[in-house]
């Protein structure tokens, strides 16, 4: 088993207080967030642009693997992931997640590409972790 954590720490009320986040390998150092820079706009950062990059870095890495299941290397995996945060009965929820795919693969035909990202899709394990309907547009370029 590998084990990985970042930390938080909080001061204050909810929307006066201020957050600092960090991640165990320093990437992220003590940087703020807050209701300001969740809810309004604000710089600094928020969990879901948080979650955003975690579930982007692990789809494309996942289906680098996928594809060279069919002995397929991509030249260029770009993924912007889009996380939702709503408003709902009981309070806040992530209830969806976008994934948008562009890749350039040489040597892969559409159907190749398509099975790979669909299976990348529900098989990353940033995917599998998320209790969130998760969508996706991918592209083969080039």
């Known amino acids: 088993m590998i ?21 165990e390998t320093g990437v992220l150092s ?9 809810f309004e706009g604000k710089p600094g950062t928020n969990p879901e642009e948080l979650i955003g990059a975690a579930h982007a870095s692990c789809y494309a890495m996942a289906l680098s693997l996928n594809l060279g299941e069919d002995e397929l290397t991509a030249d260029d995996i770009q993924v912007k992931s889009t996380v ?3 408003e709902q009965d009981d309070g806040f929820a992530i209830t969806k997640v976008h994934l948008d795919v562009t890749a350039k693969v040489a040597g892969a035909s559409e159907e190749q590409f398509r099975k790979a990202a669909e299976a990348t899709k529900t098989g990353c394990p940033v995917s599998k972790l998320l209790n969130a309907e998760v969508t996706m547009d991918a592209k083969l370029v080039g």
């Open 3 to 23: 084990n990985k954590h970042g930390t938080a720490k909080w001061s204050g009320g909810l929307k006066t207080g201020q957050g600092h986040v960090s991640t």
């Open 30 to 38: 003590d940087q703020p967030y807050g209701f300001n820079t969740r």
């Open 84 to 86: 939702s945060l709503e």
